[in-house]
């Protein structure tokens, strides 16, 4: 094996880029093929941690889209926006007119 190149099971690492050998010349032609009691301990170990952490990707991926704003919120960001700075103006222009009258005449 060549450095910077890493195998597991069907798939080959190579710089950092995970990429799918091609089994389709192996004798088994279906998935209910194989054999199950072929694989070693270590390839099922493996595979399970594999899958474990798909499954944890997974979650994540929907966790972020979870948390992507509907078109809901979207559309209420801009009356919050003119809402929010409608207030901060307003209560601007009062305490500018309290401390005029306080303090200029």
């Known amino acids: 094996m060549r450095p910077g190149r ?3 099971g069907n798939r080959v690492l190579i710089n950092n880029a995970l990429r799918i050998r091609d089994t389709s010349s192996r004798e088994a032609s279906d ?7 072929r694989f070693t301990l270590r390839q099922a170990a493996q595979a399970r941690d594999d899958f474990a952490q ?13 948390r992507i704003p509907t078109r809901r919120d979207q559309a209420f960001v801009p009356l919050r926006t003119m809402f929010g700075s409608a207030v901060l103006s307003a209560a601007l222009v009062i305490l500018w007119l309290e401390m005029f009258w306080r303090h200029c005449l």
């Open 31 to 37: 998935m209910t093929d194989l054999d199950p009691e």
């Open 54 to 66: 798909v499954m944890d990707e997974l979650d994540f991926v929907k966790e972020l889209i979870a």
């Open 6 to 8: 890493a195998t597991r």
